[in-house]
């Protein structure tokens, strides 16, 4: 008997014990998150992407409390990486500093190893960052409607630049053309750095550039923007007027946001995104973003929801119209 009731008592003093710690009587997992957590940059360090989630690393990582270990993997216009973060385990563990490059328009294009909408969860949005009509400094365009009217006089003489075949700078430049009537000959390079050489040499006429890829020329005298391709003004480039004054309903600009693997649980992606919004409203990220013409913007995971539909609405009719491929 008295074996029994000290039976009893164990099993009731580690039943108690399991109560407090294991609320609902499930084993009470410790508050994420607990280790690292592995961020995919699917483009090559150095690169706008990159420098934009580096700048968030340290915000991030002490809101947090774990490190945010960047992981760079460039390839097939950022579907690589992309891709990898679909594959991970959804914990958390694994996120994608995505743009609307792999996360809406390449799946225009061509096929991908992913559903852009159904594989990943939107977290949070980053930062918008405006495309920029920009000419060499000699350009005789003083404005963009003198830009239209001088290519119109060029009919297929004048080349407008891009950062690559089927990159957001090619969609947008097609946009360009479709609205405004033009005939300009494409040309694309291997990224910004190229393609501002190419302004620097005088063999594009015109592109539409970053503010982080034009900056440096266009401080130095030698690129001029007539045109932001925001909807309205932009603090990022007071005084530079929009196309859509020119074009109405122009709008083009990259974006940059986090994502994590489909299944990933509300209750991590609302902490990351408490998180991520937090670190964009650190005045040294926005310092950081402003001085290179990016617009410090977030949101929740229903609004970058949103955006990547509004996108491949956008963008389906002209990149179909101007079969653009990659």
Same mark, same amino acid.
């Given at each position: 008997m008295r074996h029994a009731t000290r039976r009893l008592l164990v099993h009731a003093t580690f039943a108690g014990a399991v109560a407090v710690l294991l609320p609902g009587g499930a084993l009470a997992a410790d508050p994420y998150p607990t280790k690292p957590i592995r961020v995919v940059v699917p483009y090559a360090a150095g690169g706008t992407t990159d420098q934009l989630a580096r700048v968030l690393q340290p915000a991030l990582s002490e809101s947090l409390g774990q490190q945010l270990v960047i992981d760079n993997k460039p390839g097939a216009g950022g579907t690589i990486g992309?891709?990898?973060?679909?594959?991970? &385990?959804?914990?958390?563990?694994? +996120?994608?500093?995505?743009?609307?490059? &792999?996360?809406?328009?390449?799946? +225009?294009?061509r096929p991908v190893p992913y559903d852009p909408i159904n594989d990943l969860r939107p977290v949070a949005l980053v930062a918008l960052t405006p495309m920029f009509f920009a000419v060499p400094a000699d350009s005789p365009a003083k404005t963009l409607q003198d830009f239209i009217a001088y290519a119109k006089q060029q009919d297929g003489k004048l080349n407008i630049g891009s950062v690559g075949q089927g990159s957001f700078s090619h969609v947008t430049a097609e946009y360009f053309k479709q609205l405004a009537g033009l005939n300009l000959v494409h040309i694309p390079y291997n990224g910004g750095a190229p393609l501002m050489s190419a302004f620097a040499g005088g063999q594009v006429q015109a592109a539409f550039v970053t503010g982080l890829d034009g900056a440096a020329l266009q401080r130095a005298g030698k690129v001029r923007y007539l045109a932001i391709a925001t909807p309205q003004p932009s603090p990022v480039a007071p005084g530079v007027p929009t196309v859509a004054e020119v074009l109405p309903g122009f709008r083009s600009y990259s974006w940059f946001a986090v994502f994590a693997p489909k299944g990933t649980p509300d209750d991590i992606v609302a902490k990351l995104n408490a998180a991520i919004v937090g670190a964009v409203a650190r005045p040294d990220v926005q310092k950081f973003f402003a001085e290179r013409n990016v617009e410090a913007r977030s949101s929740t995971p229903e609004g970058l929801a949103k955006i990547i539909l509004d996108d491949i609405a956008q963008w389906g009719p002209v990149i179909k119209k101007g079969n653009i491929q990659m």
């Open positions: 992309t891709e990898i973060a679909v594959g991970a &385990p959804p914990d958390g563990y694994t +996120l994608v500093f995505g743009n609307n490059g &792999p996360n809406a328009l390449i799946q +225009l294009m």
